[in-house]
C-alpha cells in the first residue's frame, strides 16, 4: 500500500515519534471519556455505596431518601402468563376473531409461523370500582383489581425464556448478573436478624428454567444471595441430631462463639473471617425461625381455607402454603421474598404457563393453583396492614401473541407488549398505565421497559437506581444498567 493512501493521522503512525504521541494523547482521551461517562451515568456526586459491616452484613442501613415501601414481593409467573387472556382487554381482538392480523402477513416469531388472531379463551368482566375489565381466567385475583397498578406497555429484550427470566429477575438477558432481591439487601440490609434478608421460594413443581441464577447475587457480596426454600421443602440439615440435647447443643455454641471472638481478636479487619463467622451465627439462629416460620399451627381455620391449603389438587395446596410463607416472611422484616408460580421440570406448558400447544387445556390447570392462593395473600397482607409498606410486583418474562400458531392451539413468544402490575406502598390503585395496539400485539403507548420496572422498585425502596453501584472488573454496575427511568405517572 502506498503511504499517500493512508489517512493524515494514518501517515503519522509511520514515524516512531508521532505513534507514541498519538497513542499517548489517544489512552488520555480515553480515560477522559470514561471519567465523563462516569459523571454522566452516576451524577456529579457519584456512585451510592453502602458501607457493610462483614460481620453483620444485613445490619439495617439507611436509604437515600424517604421510601414508600420497606419490603418488596415480586410474584414471578414462568412461562410467559398470557396477558390478552387475562389483564389486557381488547375489544377489537374479539371483534376480528379469526381473521388475520393487519398488516402481519406471514408473521414469523419465536416457534414459527402465526396464524389468525384469536379472542380470549375467557370472557372480561368489569371489576370492583374502577371497573378494570379483567378476564374469569383468574376471578378471585380479578377481585382485588381496585388494589392494582396495571403496566400494560412492558417490553422484554428477548423472546427466549431464558435470556428473558435473566433479564426481569437481574436487569441482564446474560447470566452472570444479581438478582434485584441481591441489590435491594445489599443496599438495605434486613429488618430482622434472625432470618435472611433475601428469601427465594420456588413452585412446589419445581424451579423455573434459569432456577437459581433468579436470586444470585454474582459479584455482590455472597451475603446478598437469597436463600430458597419452600413450605414444603424447609432449608436442609437445620435440625440438631438425635443424639445431642439441647443443651449440649446451646452449650457447644456458647463455647464455638467464644473461640470465634478471641480469633477475631487476634485477627482484626479480616472480612472473610468476619462474613463467614456472621453466616454460621445465622445459620444457628435458623435452626429455630426458620422452623418455626414455617409452623402454621397458629394461623386460624379461616385463614388456612382461604390460601387453598386444604384443596384436593397438591400443586394448589402446595402453592397455597407458599403463599402463606410468604406473608409470614415479610411480616417478620424480610426485606425481599420472590415466589414462584411454574416450573420447567415438567416441560413445555405442563408446568409453567408456556402455552404453545394447548393453551386451553394447560391454562385450565394452571389457573386455580395460581388464582386462590394469590389473591389470598394480597387480601391477607392489606387486612394486616402490611400492604401500606410493602410493595408487591406480579410479573413474567414475556407476554403471548394475540394469533395462534399456524397448525396449533396456543399462542407463541410476544416481548413487544405485555402487563405487569404492582399493588401497596406507594403506588396508585385501580389505574392503568400505557397500552399495546388494539390487538395487543406491541406496546404503542408509554412504552415501558424492564429498566423502567426495577427503577420504579428501587425508587420507592428510597434508593437512587442510577447512583446505588458496586464497582466490578473495572466498571461501576447498576441493576438498571445504564438506562431506566422511574415511572412517576403510576406513584402516589
Known amino acids: 500500500m502506498n503511504s499517500n493512501d493512508l489517512s493524515h493521522a494514518g501517515r503519522h503512525l509511520l514515524s516512531r ?19 465523563l461517562s462516569e459523571q454522566r451515568l452516576l451524577g456529579s456526586e457519584g456512585p451510592l455505596r453502602p458501607v457493610i459491616d462483614p460481620s453483620h452484613p444485613y445490619a439495617p442501613r439507611a436509604p437515600h431518601f424517604e421510601p414508600k415501601a420497606k419490603r418488596v414481593l415480586m410474584v414471578f409467573c414462568s412461562g410467559a402468563l398470557s396477558h390478552v387472556d387475562t389483564f389486557d382487554y381488547k375489544p377489537e381482538l374479539i371483534k376480528r376473531h379469526d381473521t388475520p392480523m393487519p398488516g402481519a402477513n406471514n408473521l414469523i416469531t419465536f416457534q414459527g409461523e402465526q396464524g389468525n388472531l384469536v379472542k380470549p379463551l ?13 378476564s374469569e381466567l383468574l376471578p378471585n385475583l380479578a377481585e382485588m383489581a381496585d ?21 426481569m429477575s437481574t436487569g441482564y438477558i446474560l447470566d452472570g448478573f444479581p438478582s434485584a432481591g441481591a441489590w435491594a439487601t445489599y443496599a438495605l440490609g434486613s429488618e430482622n436478624q ?13 424451579v423455573p428454567q434459569i432456577g437459581p441464577r433468579h ?4 459479584f455482590l457480596p455472597a451475603a446478598f444471595q437469597g436463600t430458597a426454600f419452600n413450605a414444603d421443602k424447609p432449608i436442609p440439615n437445620l435440625a440438631r441430631p438425635n443424639a445431642i440435647s439441647e443443651g449440649m447443643d446451646l452449650s457447644a455454641r456458647d463455647f464455638l462463639k467464644k473461640l470465634n471472638d478471641r480469633h477475631l481478636e487476634k485477627n482484626p479487619g479480616d472480612s472473610e473471617l468476619a462474613a463467614r463467622i456472621s453466616a454460621y451465627e445465622m445459620a444457628a439462629k435458623m435452626q429455630i425461625s426458620a422452623t418455626a416460620i414455617s409452623d402454621f399451627k397458629g394461623e386460624s381455620p379461616a385463614t388456612i381455607e382461604s390460601y387453598g391449603i386444604n384443596d384436593t ?33 415438567m416441560g413445555e406448558g405442563v408446568g409453567n404457563w408456556d402455552g404453545h400447544k394447548k393453551i386451553a387445556d394447560q391454562y385450565s390447570k394452571h389457573a386455580p393453583i395460581l388464582d386462590q392462593p394469590c389473591a389470598a395473600l394480597l387480601k391477607d397482607l392489606k387486612q394486616r396492614g ?17 394469533t395462534f400458531q399456524k397448525g396449533a392451539n396456543g399462542r407463541d413468544h410476544n416481548p413487544k407488549g405485555f402487563t405487569v402490575w404492582m399493588a401497596g406502598a406507594g403506588v396508585k390503585r385501580g389505574f392503568s398505565y400505557g397500552a399495546t395496539d388494539d390487538f395487543g400485539y406491541q ?47 403510576i406513584l402516589t
Open 17 to 35: 515519534r508521532h505513534f507514541l504521541q498519538w497513542a499517548g494523547t489517544g489512552l488520555g482521551g480515553i480515560a477522559l471519556t470514561s471519567l
Open 122 to 134: 375467557w370472557e372480561f368482566k368489569p371489576r370492583g370500582q374502577s371497573g378494570k375489565m379483567v
Open 147 to 167: 388494589e392494582m397498578c396495571f403496566i400494560h406497555s412492558m417490553t422484554a429484550k428477548s423472546n427466549t425464556h431464558g435470556p428473558a427470566e435473566n433479564q
Open 194 to 206: 434472625n432470618f435472611p434478608a433475601f428469601v427465594a421460594i420456588p413452585d412446589p413443581r419445581g
Open 215 to 218: 436470586w444470585n447475587s454474582s
Open 313 to 345: 389438587n397438591p400443586f394448589k395446596a402446595g402453592f397455597g402454603r407458599n403463599c402463606l410463607l410468604a406473608r409470614r416472611l415479610l411480616e417478620n422484616g424480610v426485606r425481599f421474598v420472590q415466589l414462584f408460580n411454574g416450573s420447567y421440570a
Open 386 to 402: 402490611l400492604l401500606k409498606d410493602t410493595l408487591v410486583v406480579f410479573v413474567t418474562e414475556f407476554g403471548r401473541m394475540p
Open 443 to 489: 406496546a404503542v403507548e408509554d412504552v415501558t421497559t424492564i429498566y423502567d420496572l426495577h427503577a420504579t422498585m428501587l425508587h420507592l425502596l428510597g434508593l437512587n437506581h442510577e447512583r446505588l453501584s458496586f464497582y466490578n472488573n473495572g466498571i461501576e454496575r447498576r441493576l438498571t444498567d445504564v438506562h431506566g427511568h422511574v415511572i412517576n405517572k
